[in-house]
Nanobody, 131 residues
Framework: QVQLAEAGGGSVQAGGSLRLSCSAS????????RGWFRQAPGKEREMVAE?????????YAPSVKGRFTISRDGADVNTVYLRMSSLKPEDTAMYYC???????????????????????WGQGTQVTVSS
């Protein structure tokens, strides 16, 4: 069982930046793909960015591409980050980290398609962007 913990949320003005972190309790091939999702009040949860931590491949939602960067910690394989820049009020949401095992070592093809493919979830961290 992998436990995920997010950190780094907070309140920021539009145009500002935040960096979220997601730490896993352990590294296994069942969590080698990580995703960041977000859910705003009254809206469905949506994928923001994904990373294959073994090979480094990345995928972004069109709404954040060019503004957000997902990365892995070079020294700590259990940690991934989401750097968010040029934040907009519409980025306000609860942000969740998720993990799943991607092939060849896991069961899911890269990139994962949808939250239903992720096995492990963090509790979330709130991001609020004011205008």
């Amino acid at each position: 069982q992998v436990q995920l913990a997010e950190a780094g949320g907070g309140s920021v003005q539009a145009g500002g930046s935040l960096r979220l972190s997601c730490s896993a309790s352990s590294f296994t091939y069942s969590s080698n793909c990580r995703g960041w999702f977000r859910q705003a009040p009254g809206k469905e949860r949506e994928m923001v960015a994904e990373i294959y931590t073994v090979g480094g491949s990345k995928y972004y939602a069109p709404s954040v591409k060019g503004r957000f960067t997902i990365s892995r910690d070079g020294a700590d394989v259990n940690t991934v980050y989401l750097r968010m820049s040029s934040l907009k009020p519409e980025d306000t949401a609860m942000y969740y980290c998720a993990a799943v095992g991607c092939r060849p070592d896991g069961s899911i093809n890269w990139p994962p398609h949808g939250e239903h493919e992720f096995n492990y979830w963090g509790q979330g961290t709130q991001v609020t962007v004011s205008s």
